[in-house]
């Protein structure tokens, strides 16, 4: 793994001015010339003021039928249309999409995320679906024909900048369609970097990460890899760039169970996984999408960023953001996906990998948890108080894309459905509206998701969230029910008088009327326990006039008292509300907030003004209150300001014998950012110092204060607590944060005995060895601990136990799934049935199961001694999810089971 010393979103003073240019000349006054800790703006450079639309092209509208199939004809397995299957092309095109861009400016909107565009391949049969969603791409320098071909973007392009709307693509770096095959068999078990190494041309073994951070990446051949990669008659030149079509140019590990290292490495259900560590890749995907910008678009959003190296996207992310600089495109925004709930996950790819900003998946689900009533008002305030996880010197969550529902996980209005069963129509409404008003009033960029706008449902994610809007006879689409309107999809869906469109185009065009809702500081002003409000304030630190939102998840309205820094009235800008309220003396305005409401006031003048500089205190490290996560790569510094009123405070830091640093400032209470110390040693000393601002000349420096880089920490990730070993167990462990330095050394002890040495790993992303364990008894205990070392730290994990196993693996297997009833079980999913157990079968070293199955859709996982305690799912996850097998006709099916890596296979007769 490589150092981050690189890519730390840090400003040394001194070169502040030159590099916040984002901060224009409000900047460039505070920063000119100064050497030692100061003033900085909050960073908004990237943009923070946009209202994104987030469509899928092919189900958003149809403006040009005749490319339909693509032109590939009428055979659906061939062309990929079929209007009777979600899982098909149903005709919506960029065309469309043009045709519709009044409908769009009407809802407020300032820019249009568009599902990938680019050439797929049409169908893959293995999945029995089609690449309608774009993610299964063939030719990356061209428009999918089914969608009008490279002109009909342009065209797009040329028609929305005429409404001043932006255009982003969705774009992929991780993958391509499936095209690559392995001798060995197509779509196999991952295999480890430690278990198979990559060998070089000569054969030699190489670690790929530290030749492509060494600058030295050894020539390969297509022997170089785990499994030896293919390409079928006539698909040799299937892909463009002619660079793809190179095998080397792949993985080649086999599918991934999205976790641990094949989370980067493996293929996505077959998908060919580009070697994004080898030079050849990151060079091609810089180049193609760096020519993509002379399309016009104003941005990317990159779709799989954490299944992507480190080392990928520091090369990547400069290289398309420097084409854009130089071809004169000013505010590019990338921004990525980081499908992930956690603050220390996704804030990661901004303070440290060098993203502009990623989509805010935490904010989704504090949003959700409060719109349905299943969360209290005060998590709001918890919520916003960690975004301080995002705070550096460039970036901020005022740039993060906020979204409530998407094409994977599905709409918002199904959620709601979900979350509140018995609700009526009325409720249902009136809990979207609500939750659309956060989406729109709170700090980020909102992303409205096509249709939520005319009330869409469905019954899940992936297909059942990507309905099309211009109407359709597919079943599981003509039977949503639509909220706040009685349409069905079977007709057109683009109705301005829906109740959701219109509230949305109400707040949209209030907020591109008030600056500081769309890009201000937010201070939590409210928040009730319980069902209730959330009140926040949002100022414009130029501007400098405050507005109060009041939302409310209570089924009652509720009359709160709000304080503010803003004294007399208050106008009603949105919402059911009194048409002015008026504050005390003290600032506090009494507002009433309908049930599920919200209420949008506007101060008549500026805010209170504090009348000389306050006084800044600092503490730093985990000892204090770390919230529900903690990362030893980062270390929390954390400020009190004295007194009340606006403030701005600038935090910096220096290691010894370095220059002082601008870590970020942040613009609102509490203070704080979380600064990432792993290019340091464990143990390093670190000074911090912050600088206290109203913004408007009153400013102080407070003391300085020390502080130590924490210790990294050291998991067992497999086996997990409870597992079962094969002979020969493979053992990883996990280290965060894993620099350069890291060694791990994993010892075991059977039943009680001496601990013994497996072995050592210095290899990341994951530390691994494997344990030969033939002499060990059948049933015994066998307990495994990690020491990971770095610099002159040295750490040691939990002990971990598990089941020696065997070639047999520890307990009988079982095939519970939803055809159990088929074979004479009592009931679906029954892990204890006598009819799904499995057999050992010693020359295949496996368990196996034959049934005979009728055509259709089964799933089914592994159980282990007849009850869920235990059990496996898709790539032999430990309560993974389950495995699908598609029948086309009745047939006999004999369920496969390893019980070494606990994989699962079907193999039809």
């Known amino acids: 793994m490589r150092m981050l010393s690189t890519r730390r979103s840090r400003v040394v003073a001194g070169a502040a001015a030159a590099t916040l240019v984002g901060g224009g000349i409000a900047a460039a006054l505070l920063l000119g010339g100064e050497d030692g800790p100061h003033a900085v703006p909050p960073a908004r450079e990237a943009p923070a003021d946009e209202v994104l639309y987030f469509l899928m092209a092919d189900r958003f509208a149809n403006g040009d039928p005749s490319n339909d199939d693509g032109g590939l004809g009428a055979d659906p397995l061939v062309s990929g249309l079929d209007t009777t299957d979600a899982g098909f092309y149903q005709g919506g095109d960029l065309a469309g999409v043009e045709q519709r861009l009044d409908y769009l ?161 493996g293929d996505f259900f077959g998908l060919d996984d580009l ?6 890749v990151v060079e091609g995907m810089t180049a193609i999408y760096s020519d993509w910008i002379d399309a016009g678009i104003d941005g990317y959003r990159v779709d799989t960023v954490r299944h992507v190296d480190d080392g990928f996207w520091e090369t990547f992310l400069p290289g398309v953001l420097g084409a854009a600089e130089d071809k004169g495109v000013e505010d590019f925004f990338v921004f990525g996906e980081v499908y992930d709930g956690s603050r220390a996950a996704t804030s990661r790819y901004t303070t440290e990998v060098g993203f502009q900003a990623v989509l805010d998946f935490p904010f989704q689900g504090a949003a959700r948890a409060f719109a349905s009533g299943k969360g209290d008002a005060s998590d709001l305030a918890s919520f916003y108080a960690a975004d301080d996880w995002f705070t550096d010197a460039d970036s901020s969550a005022a740039q993060l894309p906020t979204f409530l529902g998407n094409h ?106 008030t600056p500081a809702l769309r890009s201000g500081a937010q201070v939590t002003r409210l928040a009730e326990d319980g069902r209730g409000v959330y009140a926040f304030s949002r100022i414009d630190r130029d501007e400098r006039v405050e507005t109060v939102v009041a939302l409310n998840s209570d089924d009652e309205p509720r009359t709160v008292d709000i304080p503010t820094w803003s004294r007399g009235t208050l106008t009603l800008l949105a919402g059911d509300g009194e048409a002015t309220v008026e504050t005390d003396d003290a600032g506090v305005a009494t507002v009433t907030v309908p049930a599920f409401g919200t209420v949008v006031y506007q101060a008549g003048s500026g805010i209170v003004e504090r009348d000389e500089a306050a006084t800044v205190t600092l503490e730093a490290g985990w000892d204090g209150d770390a919230g529900d996560e903690v990362d030893p790569g980062r270390l929390p510094v954390r400020a009190s300001v004295d007194g009340d009123g606006y403030a701005e405070v600038s935090f910096w830091a220096r290691a010894e014998g370095g220059a002082w640093e601008h870590l ?101 992303p994951a530390y691994a060895v494997t344990d030969d364990l033939a002499d060990v008894e059948v049933g015994a205990e066998v307990q495994y601990k990690a020491v990971a070392t770095q610099g002159g730290a040295s750490v040691e994990s939990v002990i971990v136990a598990a089941r020696a196993g065997g070639a047999r693996g520890a307990g009988q297997p079982s095939v519970p799934g939803s055809f159990n009833e088929l074979v004479g079980c009592a009931g679906w999913w029954q892990p204890d049935c006598e009819q799904i157990a499995m057999t050992f079968d010693e020359a295949a070293s496996a368990w196996t199961l034959t049934v005979e199955l009728p055509a259709g859709a089964h799933e089914y996982k592994i159980a282990i001694d007849g009850s869920w305690d235990e059990n496996y799912g898709a790539g032999g996850v430990g309560d993974g999810p389950n495995m699908v097998l598609e029948l086309g006709e009745d047939a006999t099916v004999t369920f496969v089971y390893d019980p070494l890596t606990h994989e699962a296979t079907a193999e039809v007769s």
């Open 105 to 265: 400016a009407g809802l407020g909107i300032t820019g249009i995320w568009v599902s990938p565009p680019f050439t797929n391949k049409p169908v893959q049969l293995e999945d029995a679906s089609a690449g309608y969603h774009g993610y299964w791409i063939t030719d990356f320098t061209s428009v999918d024909p089914h969608l009008g071909g490279t002109e009909a973007l342009e065209s797009l392009v040329d028609a929305a900048h005429a409404r001043d709307i932006k255009v982003f693509l969705d774009i992929i770096t991780n993958h391509t369609a499936d095209v690559v095959g392995y001798a060995e068999g197509d779509r196999m078990p991952y295999v480890s970097t430690d278990a198979a190494p990559y060998l070089d041309a000569d054969g030699q073994a190489f670690d790929d990460r530290a030749a492509a951070a060494a600058s030295d990446f050894p020539a390969v051949t297509a022997s170089s890899f785990p499994y030896a990669p293919v390409l079928a008659d006539g698909e040799e030149d299937a892909k463009s760039p002619a660079w793809l079509n190179d095998v080397t140019a792949y993985h080649n590990r086999g599918n991934t169970t999205f976790t641990g290292e094949d989370s980067q490495y």
């Open 275 to 280: 070697w994004t560590e080898n030079p050849v």
């Open 408 to 513: 994977d996980m599905g709409r918002f209005g199904g959620m709601l459905l979900e979350d509140n069963p018995g609700a009526d129509g009325d409720e249902l409404l009136a809990r979207d509206l609500l939750a659309h008003s956060l989406l729109l009033l709170g700090r980020g960029n909102p992303v409205v998701y096509y249709g939520d706008e005319q009330g869409l449902t469905g019954d899940g994610g992936d297909k059942a969230a990507r309905q099309p809007l211009f109407g359709t006879s597919i079943p599981e689409y003509v039977d949503d029910a639509l909220i706040g309107s009685d349409a069905t999809l079977a007709d057109p869906v683009y109705d301005t008088a829906q109740p959701l469109y219109a509230w949305i185009a109400e707040l949209t065009a209030v907020t591109d009327a």
């Open 664 to 764: 970020g400032t942040d613009d609102a209470a509490p203070f704080q950012v979380y600064d990432v110390v792993t290019d340091l040693a464990p143990g390093a000393t670190v000074e911090y110092q912050a600088v206290v601002s109203d913004g408007i000349g009153h400013e102080s420096t407070g003391e300085a204060i020390t502080a130590t880089v924490p210790e990294p920490t050291v998991v067992i990730a497999d086996p997990p607590a409870g597992g079962t070993l094969g002979a020969e167990a493979t053992i990883v462990a996990e280290v965060s944060p894993a620099r350069a330095d890291t060694s791990v050394t994993i010892s075991r002890r059977v039943g009680g005995g001496e601990w013994t040495e497996v072995g050592t790993d210095a290899t990341a």
